[in-house]
C-alpha cells in the first residue's frame, strides 16, 4: 500500500481478489495520494490473519462524493480479516473508523 506497487497484488492474492482489491485501493490513493498504512499488530490462526492498521493520508482528490479539503487525517484505525488459500489472500473484510477520519478531515 505505501509503496503504491498495486502489480503486486497479483502475487500476494487470488485473481478475483486482486481485482477486488484493485478496484477499492486506487480510487482511495487518487483521493488520498500521501496515504500511508502502518502495522500495529498482526494475528493469525488456521488460514486467517487478522491485521491492525492505523492510516493516515490528505485529503487531496474527490472521495466519497466531497472535494477536496487539503486537510489531513492521523492514525485512523481499521481491523481486517485475511482468509487465505495456500499463501494468496482469498478474501478480506474489514472495519475502518470512517468517523474518525470524516472528523478529522471537517466533513
Not at 488456521?46 to 489531513?72: I, K, L, N
Request: a negative charge; aromatic letters at 12%; glycine letters at 10%.
Amino acid at each position: 500500500m505505501n509503496a503504491r506497487d498495486l502489480d503486486v497484488l497479483g502475487e500476494l492474492c487470488t485473481p478475483a481478489m486482486a481485482r477486488r482489491w484493485r478496484a477499492w485501493v486506487t480510487p482511495f490513493q487518487a483521493s488520498f495520494p500521501d496515504m500511508r498504512m502502518e502495522v500495529v499488530e498482526l494475528v493469525e490462526e488456521g488460514d486467517t490473519v487478522v491485521g491492525r492498521f492505523t492510516c493516515s493520508g490528505t485529503h487531496s482528490g474527490e472521495w466519497r462524493g466531497q472535494a477536496p479539503t487539503g486537510r489531513r487525517f492521523e492514525d485512523v484505525d481499521e481491523v481486517y480479516f485475511f482468509t487465505f488459500e495456500g499463501e494468496r489472500i482469498s478474501a478480506a473484510w474489514g472495519l475502518e473508523d470512517t468517523l474518525a477520519r470524516l472528523r478529522q478531515l471537517g466533513l
